[in-house]
């Protein structure tokens, strides 16, 4: 079955550098699109960043460019943000979706992972 698995979450510093992994299984990674999306308390799920299917594109949100990276490993089926200089509004449950697109788009979420920004 399509299973996407976020780690790398936590409680980090403000200033922090962690890099959260989402691994997947049960479809064709390298034909799907990753992003990395996060959601804050209170607030709409915003999109952070997004990489091609082949990982020759990809851009990123305002608030966060330059400091975080999108990359993805095809081989190991996996996606990666790195994030640096963390800070406390970006605490929030950071999710990876899938999105291969065509006749019959297909789109999976993860369950999330919590990233806590706190000294």
């Known amino acids: 079955q399509v299973q996407l698995v976020e780690s790398g979450g936590g409680l980090v510093q403000p200033g922090g550098s962690p890099r959260l992994s989402c691994a997947v299984s049960g479809f064709t990674f390298s034909s799907y699109a990753m992003s990395w999306y996060r959601q804050a308390p209170g607030k709409e799920r915003e999109l952070v960043a997004a990489?091609?299917?082949?990982?020759?594109?990809?851009n990123y949100a305002d608030s966060v460019k330059g400091r975080f990276t999108i990359s993805r490993d095809n081989a190991k089926n996996t996606v990666y943000l790195q994030m640096n200089s963390l800070k406390p509004e970006e605490t929030a449950v950071y999710y990876c979706?899938?999105?291969?697109?065509?006749?019959?788009?297909?789109?999976?979420w993860g369950q999330g992972t919590q990233v806590t920004v706190s000294s």
């Open positions: 979706k899938a999105v291969r697109n065509g006749l019959v788009s297909k789109v999976y």
């Open positions: 990489i091609t299917s082949a990982g020759d594109r990809s």
